[in-house]
């Protein structure tokens, strides 16, 4: 599969615990933009990857970071979490960084209990 | 700061009869627009953008600057267009804002 890849597909932690979600861009996409997708709230950009640089910055809690690496995937870190941080997390990706189309990933489910 | 209206939560339609889908933004600069499509099993994908001007599996949507609108339209709905629809912008700090989605629902 070329496309964006996400891993794990669900995830179940309890509160103050910490978990790390995964991305693949697709094939030469150099941009990574992650998101959260709550019932309450709908689809929130987080944050921005170019190439391993942070590009651009949204409504990210500060228990949440995230980085690109070298081979260009992305790691979002949760940290303290909370029940309100259920949600459903996609990542996206485009050849550059600007408003050129994103493909999106099929998801992780986080589920804090 | 940029926001994305979409006003209706649910639209449902019979087959054959035509479909608007209300966007509404607030941005003080120029706005790129953007509709994304959601099929049921799939994922989140570009449906058309203003800037391309063209039209996608019989969707278009006219950037109207004066009532800060983006509407999607659809003379005659299929079926197959029964899927989530979401709004978005692209303006400033370089993110896409989405608004909270519009379910399309096509009966036969």
């Known amino acids: 599969d070329s496309g964006v890849t996400q891993t794990p597909k669900h995830l179940i932690t309890a509160t103050g615990q910490r978990v790390t979600l995964r991305c693949s861009p697709r094939s030469g996409d150099l941009s990574v933009y992650w998101y959260q997708q709550s019932l309450d709230q709908g689809l929130q950009f987080l944050i921005q990857?170019?190439?391993?640089?942070?590009?651009a910055k949204g409504n990210i809690l500060e228990r949440f970071s995230a980085q690109q690496f070298p081979d260009l995937h992305s790691e979002l870190n949760l940290s303290s979490l909370e029940l309100g941080d259920s949600a459903l997390y996609f990542c996206?990706?485009?050849?550059?960084?600007?408003?050129?189309?994103?493909?999106f990933g099929p998801g992780t489910r986080l589920t804090v209990l | 700061a940029q926001r994305v209206t979409q006003p209706e939560k649910l639209l449902s339609v019979f087959k054959g009869a035509p479909v608007e889908l209300k966007c509404n933004y607030s941005y003080s600069g120029s706005p790129e627009l953007f509709w994304y499509v959601q099929y049921s099993r799939q994922r989140l994908q570009l449906l058309l953008r203003h800037i391309s001007r063209e039209s996608i599996k019989g969707f278009t949507a006219d950037l109207n600057k004066g009532e800060t609108s983006f509407h999607l339209k659809k003379p005659f709905a299929q079926e197959e267009d029964s899927a989530m629809y979401y709004c978005a912008l692209w303006g400033a700090g370089n993110m896409l804002t989405f608004g909270g989605g519009t379910r399309l629902m096509v009966k036969p």
């Open positions: 990857y170019y190439n391993g640089e942070e590009r």
């Open positions: 996206a990706s485009s050849d550059s960084g600007g408003y050129n189309e994103q493909f």
